[in-house]
């Protein structure tokens, strides 16, 4: 059995954080621009990019999936031609791509950056991704395929709520952060603990995420729940038009299985039941509708336990977000409470 590491410093708590303090001025800065789906990150990054001589590294797992521009919503080629992107279009539907995968990859994107003296928008609503890309992975162990197999057969003949409460046994602080339907994450948890005899909450808790290369202000963007709803209506109306049926179409035609995680995604997963007859266009539409609103409430709910998150009402705030980051960039490094003057303004 392997397990893999993160290489998070060993030194003392009292030793890291002084060291912290004195490595600060080296610290690349970064900008985080998160929150729901539909809630207006993208726009944003690109004007906050053009305003600060910046670049955009997108956080977004479906994304990184070639022939897959409608129903994720990418920056337009336009906008792509203006402001470089960064981890868009770099994996094909049929490719797997982890988060680790993802902190190695926009870890090398930044260290680049860096020396071109540009500054560094991270802009996604992957929240997973963005914690590892700014404060490590805990320790994990190798996929145990057959184990995994197994599991998924219980979930298909015994219901997915009895993995839930096999887990909810071994491990009740994950089981609780879980939904009965999470068969992904349930999953994992039991293969960790079974790989290891210690439960994923435990390994979370000790390794609290604790590797932080970065000075990094995270601006969350807040919008009334009504209005992302509306939004979220128009954005699938306009998928519609732009011809998501014919993009699901012409992935199959491809070759890509309808039972590939990629194909599985928001959206794509009830296209395809329509195409293949399983469903009528309308119902297809309006389950897609549903799930992304579902999806934008787990969203926030998940960057809201994010207390270093500065929330700002937009587009209102927009000025004051182009203040804050222009103060955040443009302050000398010197001591540490400054970091907090500048996100708190």
């Known amino acids: ?48 990019a053009s305003r600060i001589n910046g670049e955009i590294i997108s956080a977004d797992s479906m994304q990184l999936y070639r022939y897959m521009d409608i129903g994720t919503g990418k920056a337009s080629p336009k906008d792509r031609g203006r402001i470089p992107h960064h981890l868009i279009d770099i994996i094909f539907p049929d490719e797997t791509f982890s988060a680790a995968n993802y902190k190695e990859r926009a870890r090398g994107i930044i260290n680049a950056l860096r020396k071109t003296g540009k500054n560094i928008l991270i802009v996604g609503g992957t929240g997973l991704y963005i914690k590892v890309l700014l404060r490590g992975l805990f320790p994990s162990t190798e996929a145990d395929q057959s184990f995994r197999q197994e599991l998924r057969e219980k979930a298909h003949y015994l219901g997915r709520t009895f993995l839930w ?27 960790v603990y079974r790989q290891t005899g210690i439960p994923l909450s435990h390994w979370q808790k000790e390794h609290s995420f604790g590797d932080r290369p970065y000075e990094v202000l995270k601006v969350g963007l807040m919008r009334e729940r009504e209005d992302i709803s509306c939004r979220i209506e128009n954005r699938v109306d306009h998928m519609v038009r732009e011809g998501f049926e014919e993009e699901v179409k012409s992935l199959l035609n491809m070759g890509y299985d309808r039972h590939l995680k990629s194909m ?37 709910t998940w960057f809201r336990s994010d207390p270093e998150v500065r929330w700002v009402r937009y587009p209102q705030g927009e000025e004051r977000i182009m203040e804050i980051v222009e103060r955040f960039v443009g302050r000398e490094r010197s001591k540490p409470s400054t970091v907090k003057a500048a996100i708190n303004g």
Do not use: W
């Not at 339907?181 to 349930?186: G, H, L």
């Not at 995604?265 to 293949?276: A, H, I, Q």
């Open 1 to 48: 059995m392997k397990f893999h590491f993160s290489l998070c410093p060993s030194t003392p708590p009292t030793r890291r954080a002084c060291g912290a303090l004195a490595g600060q001025m080296d610290q690349p800065r970064l900008i985080a621009i998160v929150g729901p789906t539909a809630s207006g990150k993208s726009q944003l990054a690109i004007k906050i």
């Open 165 to 191: 409460q096999e887990l909810q046994e071994v491990d009740p602080v994950s089981a609780s952060r879980l939904h009965p339907n999470d068969t992904v994450r349930i999953i994992r948890a039991l293969e």
């Open 264 to 300: 599985r995604g928001l959206g794509y997963k009830r296209m395809v039941e329509y195409v293949f007859g399983e469903r009528d266009f309308e119902g297809a539409i309006h389950l897609i509708k549903q799930e992304t609103k579902a999806y934008a409430k787990r969203q926030l």
